[in-house]
């Protein structure tokens, strides 16, 4: 279905084809009319598939009234400091928030609408000179948003649109608690949409509580990795995982590469372990500072992009055109995890390879993440080069080295034929 036949006013059809998209995803095509209706909506569909555009377009239109200019629009900057935030939409990560008001900037950039985003790991100031020019789009992380909210800068009593995107990530981040006070800050909103890529138990009864009269929309079994991606699995012992990083990177032509560590010192040791071997890289993670994150990300946008190594921070929200390959560099614990972080590839139609390496104690993590996607993942073979280096190198055939054996010493008398002094045996 071709976005012209969305109903979507004439200024969001105008960006929409000043970027370039003709033909909706099945997401779009499904929840942009439902939206426009004015119905609450529950979105499951897989990473990567249009969802912010589904929900960001129809709330473009519901805000500028269906027509190419809001009221507000033309009343100047005085008025606009009186503008009420209208729409609310809510993102687990720095990263994701900042995509979406981006989408929304995008979207809405004929409609005369404001959007600004709030999230921690900044100085609030330039946030709170926003919020007081005013805006009708707020884009926020639970954390600062109630921060900013206690401090008196936020008042969401005139939102009318709420949006949860990747619900089933801000519950395992443990926002659960910040959800229910920021949604009953919010009383009289009249449409309330939620968005995410699983669809747990959890997830349904909140829906059932803060969804009304809501339609499901799935597109696609839940937690089905995209078609797209090439998946792949490597059996190594995590003591060879860095040579056969290095040399996967080194023989695979690959545009820009994506590697996931579980935790944020092993995402640091694998990019020294990297850099060592000639190769470019960099990490993202939650220690580092949101400056040091965006520049990282600016870098790996770039001509010449280094190898990006990140927890699974990034997993959800990191919207990067031609990542060409993901490397599971350890397997997640969480099944669900795993579909998110492939989901880095293959976006908006295109193809991707993911690949995985499983160690000896990583054995149930992967028969897990093969049951969750009802497939079998391949086992690699083809680096026949790497294992002959195995065979080849020194370290692998070494032995390990043994405790060396402690020597039992015996007694030599001393001067007054006292055994005091020790020594070892001759």
Not at 4 to 27: F, K, Q
Not at 114 to 140: H, N
Not at 248 to 264: G, Q
Not at 403 to 425: A, E, I, L, N
């Amino acid at each position: 279905m071709s976005f012209d036949e969305l109903g979507l006013s004439r200024s969001l059809l105008r960006a929409v084809h000043a970027e370039g998209y003709r033909e909706a995803t099945p997401i779009q095509s499904q929840a942009i009319p439902t939206v426009l209706e004015g119905r609450d909506l529950m979105g499951c569909a897989q990473t990567g598939t249009g969802k912010t555009a589904a929900f960001a377009l129809p709330t473009l239109d519901r805000l500028c009234g269906g027509s190419s200019q809001p009221p507000e629009a033309s009343r100047g900057r005085r008025s606009a400091r009186r503008r009420p935030i209208r729409s609310l939409a809510l993102a687990p990560t720095r990263e994701l928030a900042a995509q979406i008001e981006k989408s929304f900037c995008v979207y809405g950039k004929f409609t005369g609408l404001r959007s600004t985003v709030v999230y921690g790991g900044v100085s609030q100031r330039p946030q709170v000179r926003s919020l007081q020019a005013g805006v009708d789009i707020l884009v926020a992380t639970p954390g600062r948003l109630l921060d900013l909210m206690n401090q008196g800068y936020i008042d969401l009593a005139n939102v009318e649109v709420l949006i949860l995107d990747e619900a089933d990530q801000m519950l395992d981040m443990g926002f659960l608690p910040d959800l229910r006070r920021i949604v009953a800050a919010v009383p009289r909103r009249d449409q309330t949409l939620m968005f995410s890529a699983t669809m747990p138990d959890q997830i349904r009864q909140l829906a059932a509580r803060w969804l009304r009269d809501p339609k499901y929309i799935q597109v696609g079994p839940a937690a089905t990795p995209i078609e797209q991606v090439e998946q792949s699995v490597y059996f190594v012992e995590t003591r060879y995982k860095p040579q056969l990083l290095v040399h996967f990177l080194r023989n695979t032509p690959f545009t820009r590469t994506l590697v996931f560590a579980r935790t944020k010192h092993g995402a640091d040791k694998i990019v020294k372990q990297l850099v060592r071997s000639g190769i470019r890289a960099a990490a993202i993670h939650g220690n580092k500072s949101q400056n040091v994150r965006t520049r990282t990300l600016e870098q790996f946008k770039s001509p010449r992009p280094p190898v990006l190594v990140a927890t699974d921070i990034a997993a959800r929200g990191l919207d990067v055109e031609g990542i060409s390959h993901v490397v599971n560099y350890e397997l997640p614990e969480v099944p669900e995890i795993y579909v998110h972080r492939i989901g880095r590839t293959a976006r908006a139609g295109a193809t991707g390879i993911a690949t995985s390496f499983c160690g000896c104690d990583e054995r149930s993590r992967l028969k897990r993440i093969e049951r969750l996607t009802r497939r079998t993942i391949p086992v690699e073979h083809s680096q026949p080069e790497y294992s002959q280096q195995l065979q080849q190198s020194p370290t692998a055939s070494r032995p390990t080295p043994s405790r060396p054996q402690q020597v039992r010493r015996r007694p030599r008398p001393d001067k007054k034929g006292r055994r005091t002094r020790w020594t070892r045996p001759a």
